[in-house]
């Protein structure tokens, strides 16, 4: 084993006047975000490049000088007016022109992302404001690129309001719930493509693309929600599970001057994805990204938005899967000349360059600090900004790469885990850094990389940090009897002595492309348990990322088999170690990781004497079609791949402690995983503890309930390790 000591958080803040021995508790990280670190949220860069507009407190937003990092003047400030609801706007979008902010507000959550909302028009000049309509909740608020309407959904329908007249359009008219939507994502295209808005103004306000998923077939889960009435109501709703059918989708485009709809060719196959539509330069030409139901080849379409023909630009195809495409892929360069995308194809996740006419120019980033998104193309200095990795997983860069090829470089310098907001025109940018011993710095750049100013050092938070006991904290390697050397890091209990043996519990999620193990600062439920005298550990096995394309798809079309395997080597590992209590290992997650904890359980008596399971999936024949495909195929091709590896086919193996939590609103992770689960178990007569929270989602939160939640797992592990 080689371990890597990047800090102690002990001596830090010893230097820092720790002395106080103040211990941490649930309540400091659950209830009252002790140990949140500040940061700059909201951020918008104007048009000039010059400026930028941040959310602060009282329902403002604020407009800065990059240059000087002066307050400017307020933009927006609800307290100006009697409507309650604007003090608390969730998000804001301004106009093209700059001349409006739409401010959304009376959030309401449907499910990961959606929401319906009341929207208000904010006019800068004149300082009046409106809401956008007075017919009913809306969703999806976006302004067209002339700023003079605004694009929404309602009750599965587009509307379109004239910001001039106060017009209000409908565009369609068969949206139905759980039959058609317009403009909107189904579920699962939400949940597994990031899918956020299913609309797209085409850059000269003329026409507006959209989806429609027909979901009528579709079959329907249905999830009680009992909200304390004497008979509980029934939400319904269309989910695809492994192997059943999908939405039937197809893209349209609305003609604002001729109040025209037409459809756009995405070819005569009907069981595919339409994972993101994108206009070009060219107003005329929208470009939409194709996938097969195994998810295995990738396709980019032009479109004439006249006629709704389409040709296919570039096609990808992988013998595992391709990842799904995010909100910037491809990326179109504005002279219309070229389009820039990422792919593994060369076993690592890289940038390249493309023409329009669909071949390639160039690679132009390589190597096995594979790039993790692109923020965008500098045309003027002719470079591309992007986020990689930087020399392993644990940690990340804000690079670059000359649009050539021929140079690179990194604006990022502490090792950390680095991010940024570039302005427009990319002169200058705001950096967030944090590590394990640093909380998150926001920092103001120069295109050059020279710092300008600090905009939030969290020096609160240091001085909060220095009041308590913190454990330390620390990264280690080891190599399992396969030969593979796995990342993991430690969190060791206050006062620790290695001629003592401690009990361990094991945290990891374990999902494709994840990684648990980073150099990124937070104090939460680890920390806390090492104040307990728990020894905390975390371990990223095959199948993680940051290590390229075969490290990660291994686990292709079984699940949780190599996970399961790297993770027991883990839990034997500890075991040779003089300072762990062999005999007290448990191991814990949540969702995939509850999924794993579960199987490590039932699979390893030898290794684990106690799991938590949060909202665990227990059979993938539960769960939906594009997550579940992706990595496993169709049920119906890979029976075996879904059946051995899914827990409740290993219940007899359960010998330790079990606790198995789920929420039963999870519209996500359906509770019925952890019900069959626990019949399974109740017929094989094996013990187990179970609890469920009402009328909660997969994030399990609300009022007490996280407290609730974290004191539950925390009695269990004293009662249990």
């Not at 470089?409 to 850094?433: E, L, M, R, W």
């Not at 050397?485 to 002595?497: I, R, S």
């Amino acid at each position: 084993m080689k371990r890597i000591f990047l800090f102690s958080l002990l001596v830090v803040y010893c230097l820092l006047g720790f002395g106080q021995n103040q211990k941490i508790t649930l309540e400091d990280i659950h209830r009252d975000g002790t140990f949140a670190a500040r940061s700059v949220r909201g951020i918008v860069s104007m048009n000039d490049g010059e400026h930028y507009t941040v959310m602060e407190r009282g329902g403002k937003i604020a407009r800065y000088s990059y240059a000087k990092g002066e307050l400017v003047d307020v933009l927006f400030d609800a307290s100006n007016f009697d409507i309650e609801s604007l003090k608390q706007f969730r998000s804001y979008e301004l106009s093209t022109d700059e001349k409006k902010i739409l401010l959304t507000t009376n959030v309401n959550p449907i499910y990961r992302h959606s929401f319906t909302a009341s929207y208000y028009i904010y006019d800068i000049p004149t300082q009046e404001v409106k809401p956008l309509s007075t017919n009913g909740a809306q969703m999806l608020g976006t302004f067209s690129p002339d700023g003079q309407k605004v694009a929404f959904v309602r009750d599965n329908n587009i509307y379109i309001t004239d910001l001039n007249s106060g017009n209000e359009l409908q565009i369609t008219s068969d949206g139905e719930f759980n039959h058609i939507i317009n403009g909107a994502a189904d579920w699962v295209y939400e949940e597994e493509f990031a899918l956020k808005t299913a609309m797209q103004w085409s850059p000269d306000s003329r026409r507006l693309a959209f989806y429609k998923f027909d979901e009528s077939n579709v079959k329907v889960f249905h999830m009680p929600m009992f909200q304390n009435e004497l008979y509980p109501p029934t939400y319904s709703f269309k989910y695809p599970k492994a192997g059943e059918e999908n939405s039937k989708v197809s893209i349209h485009v609305y003609n604002l001057l001729s109040q025209e709809t037409k459809a756009m060719d995405i070819g005569p196959e009907t069981d595919q994805y339409i994972a993101r539509i994108k206009w070009t330069a060219n107003a005329e030409q929208l470009s939409m990204v194709r996938l097969n139901r195994l998810q295995n080849k990738l396709e980019i379409l032009i479109a004439d938005a006249n006629t709704g023909s389409s040709k296919v630009l570039y096609t990808e195809e992988n013998r595992h899967y391709i990842e799904e495409p995010n909100d910037d892929y491809p990326i179109y360069t504005a002279d219309g000349k070229h389009f820039i995308i990422t792919s593994e194809m060369d076993g690592y996740n890289h940038i390249y360059l493309y023409s329009m006419n669909g071949n390639l120019v160039r690679q132009l980033t390589k190597g096995q600090n594979e790039v993790r998104s692109v923020y965008g193309y500098d045309a003027k200095g002719k470079r591309i900004f992007y986020s990689a990795f930087d020399g392993s997983p644990l940690r990340t860069a804000v690079s670059w790469v000359s649009f050539d090829g021929k140079r690179q470089g990194k604006v990022s310098t502490q090792p950390g885990t680095n991010s940024a907001d570039f302005s427009k025109g990319f002169k200058y940018y705001i950096h967030f850094h944090s590590s394990i011993s640093t909380p998150t710095q926001v920092t103001l750049h120069n295109a050059k990389g020279k710092e300008l100013r600090v905009l939030e050092d969290n020096a609160k938070l240091k001085e909060t940090l220095a009041k308590y006991d913190i454990p330390e904290k620390e990264f280690f390697t080891f190599t399992t009897s396969e030969g593979v050397e796995l990342n993991g890091y430690m969190v060791k209990p206050l006062n620790f002595d290695d001629t003592k043996k401690y009990p361990v519990l094991m945290y990891q999620y374990s999902g494709p492309g994840s990684l648990a193990v980073v150099d990124r600062f937070g104090i939460g439920w680890d920390q806390q348990l090492a104040t307990e005298g728990y020894l905390i550990v975390a371990v990223d096995g095959r199948g993680t990322g940051g290590r390229g394309e075969e490290f990660k798809k291994i686990t292709y079309g079984q699940l949780g088999y190599y996970e399961s395997i790297d993770q027991i080597e883990a839990g034997k590992y500890l075991q040779t170690l003089p300072y762990v209590d062999a005999n007290r290992i448990g191991i814990w997650g949540w969702s995939y990781g509850g999924y794993m904890s579960s199987l490590c359980l039932f699979k390893a008596p030898e290794v684990f004497s106690m799991a938590i399971a949060v909202a665990p999936v227990t059979n993938w024949r539960y769960y939906d079609t594009i997550y579940t495909e992706r990595y496993m195929g169709l049920p119906q091709d890979n029976p075996s791949g879904y059946d051995d590896n899914s827990p409740i086919n290993h219940v007899e193996g359960l010998e330790g402690k079990f606790l198995l939590i789920h929420g039963t609103a999870d519209d996500n992770v359906h509770a019925q995983n952890a019900i069959e689960l626990a019949e399974r178990l109740i017929q094989a007569n094996k013990q187990f503890d179970m609890m469920l929270y009402p009328d909660k989602n997969h994030s399990i939160y609300g009022g007490n309930t996280r407290v609730h939640l974290y004191t539950l797992m925390t009695n269990y592990v004293k009662n249990n390790l």
